[in-house]
């Protein structure tokens, strides 16, 4: 941690001086408690400047004892790719170990040193900065800071913050109250227009009920006159429904006797065609024989088992005829192949023509022997025996095809006398009934004239019925149209009311608002105001009295006086001028800002009643600028704090004998340690 490596320090119960030269690594000692019991902190004690450069990770762990516990709090750092970061830690209290996150081992911390819990989520430890450990140079920046950013401070310090918060919480909601004043202003302005609205509507209502009051006599006279239709109705209906059917039946019959007229008159057609057809029949079958087919079919069988004989044979003739043109055709080529031929292609021998003349003679004689052969088969005399009876086939069938033509127009004769026989009795069945038909046709024409009045007398009445149905219907729709209407207007009168009563509401709210607001800003805001001043007071009347005992404690000097006025400024005088802080000597100060440090610190302790740090201080570098002199002041200073625990960060040798303990630090190669 910083310029340390590994380093155990112990602080007894007792007045303490950390000493050795200025960058020794005095202050590095009082960061790493700070950081122990608060960690980082923004813009006050980054890892960057707490992590030992050059490391990866390291750690603070402290041991106190607080309210007779035994409390260890150990926090790490370590440094990665986004920075260096928190690492968890733990706290232990009488051996009990609790691992914790950053932020929980803060609150714990803030627990225990018993801090207000406001303190967990800001930046800085105010309350352990002004009464534990202030840095050197803090003291003065807040004594040279503006009076608005010192009071700012010190009301958090002094837990006075709360009222400015108060003051800053209750504008906003009187802001609020503002908003919801105007909008429930707005909200009533439309009070009027409804009460306007709901007398509208309760006149329209009393105008509908008067017309339904009218209507629903109509209405009965209407269904009365309705009934007395409808019963004569009723009563025609039956002869109606007879009236009807006799229609129906007489539109079948008619259908019927239609039909039956245009199949006689189909069926007459009929019979005269078949009568035409079998005289032309009968002319087409005069003066042909009758032959017998069967005999003519055998005789055809016969002439084509003889046509198939005589082609097997014609065949036969035909591939020796073939063979004997092979024969000879070889016998030709053998024959002037040798006639050529001066050398045996087997044995390359010369060929004599002795030789060759006895072997064409040979093939000659062979040859001629063919041919004579040849000769003698001759299949003309064949192919005419089978053109003669492949004609007389064709005759024969002739023959058979004209006999058939007879059987078929004989048969075809035979039905044709049958159909027309039936046709002919088909006929006069149809005419019969065509007749029947007729008869039935006239009868129902004869009672269909009977109701003629009849249906007329119905067709009125059933006019008058749907007219007055009509009327009923309308006066119907115009009932539930006002029944509608009625509704609709109740309806709407219900939003009305609720409407005005939700604004009547509003109204008793808009008041109490308007109370409320009243008594904010003139009593609620004053007395806040008053207790924020009244207490301030008390406490800058206390700081002031601490602060010039300290400041006349330290200065000895007849001519100088000093004072904290209502902005907590301190205002130096000298022989009755006054000099600013920024003119004074370097021990002057010194001396103002460590008798303000004092002053601040017992105030702190005596108004935040919680805190367990009353018996600890820390002074840093507080003689800075002091003379030889003034440095013995500090001894009676130690005195009077009066504290369980002071430790002392100084170089000044002079001061070692005022205190019960000496720690000395030396640093050497850049790495700091305690030498005793």
């Not at 209906?237 to 199949?263: I, M, P, T, W």
């Not at 030709?332 to 064409?360: A, F, G, M, Y």
């Not at 004989?410 to 006069?428: F, P, W």
């Not at 509704?487 to 009547?504: A, C, F, G, H």
Request: overall charge negative; charged content about 30%; glycine content about 4%.
């Amino acid at each position: 941690m910083r310029t340390y490596t590994n380093q155990s320090i112990d602080f007894p119960a007792a007045s303490v001086m950390l000493s050795g030269d200025i960058g020794s690594g005095k202050s590095s000692i009082l960061l790493a408690i700070e950081f122990a019991l608060f960690g980082i902190m923004r813009g006050e004690l980054s890892g960057d400047s707490i992590l030992r450069k050059g490391t990866q990770e390291g750690s603070v762990e402290l041991n106190f004892h607080l309210e007779g516990r035994d409390v260890i709090i150990k926090r790490s750092l370590k440094r990665g790719a986004r920075g260096i970061t928190q690492g968890p830690g733990f706290c232990s209290i009488d051996g009990v170990r609790e691992e914790l996150t950053p932020i929980e081992l803060k609150n714990k911390v803030l627990e225990l040193l018993g801090y207000p819990v406001s303190l967990l989520n800001q930046s800085k430890s105010l309350i352990y900065r002004y009464t534990v450990y202030t840095p050197q140079e803090e003291l003065k920046r807040i004594i040279e800071e503006s009076t608005e950013a010192r009071l700012d401070v010190l009301r958090k310090v002094f837990d006075m913050d709360k009222y400015k918060v108060m003051k800053e919480n209750m504008q906003t909601y009187l802001q609020t109250l503002r908003d919801d004043i105007i909008r429930i202003r707005a909200k009533l302005e439309l009070l009027p227009e409804h009460k306007m609205e709901l007398e509208q509507f309760q006149t329209q209502l009393v105008d509908v009920r008067a017309s339904l009051k009218i209507t629903l006599p109509k209405e009965g006279l209407i269904r009365d006159e309705k009934n007395i239709i409808k019963k004569h109705l009723d009563e025609k209906e039956e002869d109606v429904k007879k009236l009807y059917e006799l229609k129906q039946r007489h539109g079948v019959s008619k259908a019927n006797f239609e039909q039956l007229s245009s199949r006689s008159e189909q069926l007459q057609i009929t019979i005269q065609k078949q009568k035409e057809k079998i005289h032309l029949l009968k002319e087409s079958l005069e003066g042909i024989e009758t032959v017998d087919s069967e005999k003519i079919k055998i005789k055809i069988e016969q002439s084509k088992i003889v046509v198939k004989k005589l082609e097997e044979f014609k065949n036969e003739h035909l591939q020796k005829v073939t063979t004997l043109k092979t024969k000879i055709k070889q016998a030709q080529e053998l024959t002037e192949k040798i006639s050529r031929l001066d050398n045996c292609p087997l044995c390359l021998q010369d060929v004599t023509s002795n030789h060759k003349h006895e072997i064409i003679s040979k093939e000659q004689f062979q040859e001629q022997i063919l041919k004579e052969d040849l000769s003698k088969l001759d299949v003309t005399h064949i192919e005419q025996q089978i053109l003669d009876k492949r004609t007389g086939i064709e005759e024969l069938q002739s023959i058979l095809q004209k006999a058939d033509v007879l059987v078929y127009k004989k048969k075809q004769l035979l039905e044709e006398d049958v159909q027309i026989e039936e046709n002919k009795s088909q006929l006069t069945k149809v005419l019969l009934e065509k007749e029947q038909a007729e008869s039935v046709k006239v009868t129902l024409d004869t009672e269909i004239k009977r109701y003629t009045q009849l249906e007329k007398d119905y067709t009125e009445t059933k006019t008058k019925y749907d007219i007055v149905l009509e009327k009923e219907k309308e006066f119907i729709m115009r009932k539930a149209e006002l029944e509608t209407k009625e509704q609709s207007i109740m309806k709407r009168l219900e939003d009305i009311d609720v409407k005005i009563k939700q604004l009547s509401v509003a109204d008793r709210a808009l008041s109490k608002k308007n109370n409320l607001q009243q008594w904010l800003k003139e009593h609620f805001l004053n007395v806040v105001n008053v207790m924020e001043q009244h207490v301030m007071l008390r406490i800058q009347q206390d700081f002031n009295s601490l602060f010039q005992e300290w400041f006349n404690f330290l200065i000895e000097d007849e001519n100088m006086s000093a004072r904290v006025d209502e902005t907590f400024t301190p205002l130096i005088e000298q022989n009755g001028y006054e000099i600013e802080f920024m003119n004074l000597s370097g021990g002057e100060k010194s001396s103002v800002a460590l008798a303000y440090r004092l002053a601040l610190n017992k105030v702190i302790n005596n108004v935040v009643s919680t805190i367990h740090t009353k018996d600890l201080i820390v002074l840093d570098e507080p003689t800075d600028g002091f003379s030889f002199q003034q440095l013995d002041r500090l001894k009676d200073v130690l005195e009077q704090l009066d504290m369980t625990q002071v430790i002392l960060v100084s170089h000044e040798p002079k001061i070692e004998s005022f205190v019960e303990r000496v720690i000395r630090v030396e640093k050497q190669s850049g790495v700091s340690t305690i030498i005793s």
